[in-house]
């Protein structure tokens, strides 16, 4: 059964940091893009950060490029969010998602097929 | 960046009726699609890939269609458990854009 957990959120204050983690089971993680996304307390989701399986090709939404370095270890199965620089409006519930594709002739399409229970992260002094 | 937008973004609806939630994106995306569902508290769920693909598992009243700019979520008949919230998402790896909609909540009338 594939399983993903996250940990690590909690209370920060402004401009602090925080590391979040994800852990998965159930599947070669190794072999599998992922990304983090996260949720406002009463809002919509916000796609936030993406890695390749291999963790060569990164990505970051604007909202937190040069603040959020997301990383993985395939040897432990993890996914990693280290979080500075910390603000207000980064406080959400962060969830890690799997990618799994779908192949059509020369191309593919990705999707969010795996989904975190959300690790809740508030900034507040 | 892609922008998308969906419509409505609340509707209120009664158990048996057909439901309609529109996604446009502001640039083609071809059929770079997927419709998530959100109960409160818990993880998005996955319905619908490829702007039509029904996940496996998901009841066959979630149908999707759609392409380039253009997308719509159908259910054909509402259900109890149906109650929630359904987001959109664009995914194009290559330009490294995953954007969701804003989402549209369905609540019973």
């Known amino acids: 059964e594939v399983q993903l957990v996250e940990s690590g959120g909690g209370l920060v204050q402004p401009g602090g940091s925080l590391r979040l983690s994800c852990a998965a089971s159930g599947f070669t993680f190794s072999s599998y893009e992922m990304n983090w996304v996260r949720q406002a307390p009463g809002k919509g989701l916000e796609w936030v950060s993406y890695?390749?399986?291999?963790?060569?090709?990164?990505y970051y939404a604007d909202s937190v490029k040069g603040r959020f370095t997301i990383s993985r270890d395939n040897a432990k199965n993890s996914l990693y969010l280290q979080m500075n620089s910390l603000r207000a409006e980064d406080t959400a519930v962060y969830y890690c998602?799997?990618?799994?594709?779908?192949?059509?002739?020369?191309?593919?399409?990705?999707?969010?097929?795996?989904w975190g229970q959300g690790t809740l992260v508030t900034v507040s002094s | 960046d892609i922008q998308l937008t969906q419509s409505p973004s609340f509707l209120s609806a009664s158990v048996g009726d057909r439901v309609t939630i529109t996604c446009r994106a502001s640039q083609g995306i071809s059929s770079y699609l997927a419709w998530y569902q959100q109960k409160p508290g818990k993880a998005p769920k996955l319905l619908i890939y490829a702007a039509s693909t029904l996940q496996s598992g998901v009841p066959s009243r979630f149908s999707g269609s759609g392409s380039g700019t253009e997308f719509t979520l159908t259910i054909s008949s509402l259900q109890p458990e149906d109650f929630a919230t359904y987001y959109c998402q664009q995914l194009n790896s290559y330009l490294g854009d995953f954007t969701f909609g804003p989402g549209t909540k369905v609540d019973i009338k």
């Open positions: 998602a799997r990618v799994i594709r779908y192949y059509y002739g020369s191309g593919s399409y990705p999707y969010f097929d795996y």
């Open positions: 890695i390749s399986s291999s963790g060569s090709t990164i």
